[in-house]
């Protein structure tokens, strides 16, 4: 059976035990992380095997998850040292490219990026992948098909991956989910009505476009006729930098990644 090995022990790999889980995925899970208590939860929650020696977890690993935020990146890669043997490592860190991992860490170790959301927790999940060129085939069809057991997998050329990683993330949804439900409340309603409106206007309707039966065009036309209460909602948004903001949030988000990288 293929043991997986997290290096790192917080949420992003706590939402991919959990979806693994849900997913009844065939394999081995170890985790390692300096903070003993998190071993532990996630080996009563998920059946981990915690193993708090670096060196002798990547040494069982058949496939090696580095879940650690980015500016930690460095310093876990020059702990690691040399590798031996050979190693296909996926690197969940934002905005560290592959040619920085391979310069720290290099062959035989193998690597590939992976940008999971926490929504994989519930199989919903969104995971971008890049590969360097000379990464095998079948490498490559081991990483998709790990990710496949928690969502919907979409590999991508590594100069767009830090605009995906921008793009892609749940918390654009829970964002709006909050700022349209504090305006309900404002407007009058309570806050669990307010909630309930706000999801069914997000969740809801994105699901109908996913569907893929009806444009994303013509599902706005249905939804806001023209002199109609949602028009004009619509248009007082764009009137005082609706787009405008998200662009300079995507922008602000491009720059992090880009400061990640240095």
């Known amino acids: 059976m293929t043991r997986v090995v997290f290096l790192g022990g917080g949420r992003i790999t706590t ?18 992380d300096r903070n003993a208590r998190k071993m532990r939860q996630l080996q009563k929650m998920y059946g981990s095997r915690s193993e708090p020696d670096l060196h002798l977890a990547i040494a069982q690993a058949h496939l090696l998850i580095v879940a650690v935020r980015p500016d930690s990146i460095g310093d876990l890669l020059r702990e690691i040292g040399k590798i031996n043997e050979p190693l296909l490592a996926v690197s969940l860190a934002a905005g560290i490219p ?43 069809k081991r990483v998709r098909e790990f990710f496949a057991n928690m969502g919907q997998v979409v590999e991508l050329p590594e100069n767009k991956f830090d605009a995906f990683t921008v793009c892609y993330s749940a918390s654009h949804g829970y964002h709006a989910l909050h700022t349209l439900a504090r305006a309900g409340r404002r407007a009058g309603l309570d806050h669990k009505t307010a909630l309930l409106a706000a999801a069914h206007a997000l969740s809801d309707g994105i699901a109908s476009w996913r569907e893929g039966k009806r444009s994303l065009k013509s599902l706005l036309r249905e939804a806001a006729t023209p002199g109609g209460i949602a028009a004009a909602t619509m248009v007082a948004m764009d009137a005082v930098g609706y787009e405008r903001a998200v662009a300079r949030g995507v922008s602000a988000g491009l720059r992090r990644a880009a400061a990640n990288a240095k």
């Open 15 to 32: 939402a991919l035990l959990a979806g693994l889980t849900l997913a009844k995925a065939r394999f081995q899970f170890v985790v390692h």
């Open 98 to 140: 592959l040619r920085q991992l391979m310069s720290k860490l290099g062959p035989p170790v193998r690597w590939a990026r992976a940008m999971p959301s926490p929504t994989c927790r519930n199989g919903r999940g969104l995971t971008g992948l890049t590969f360097p060129r000379n990464l095998a085939t079948r490498d490559r």
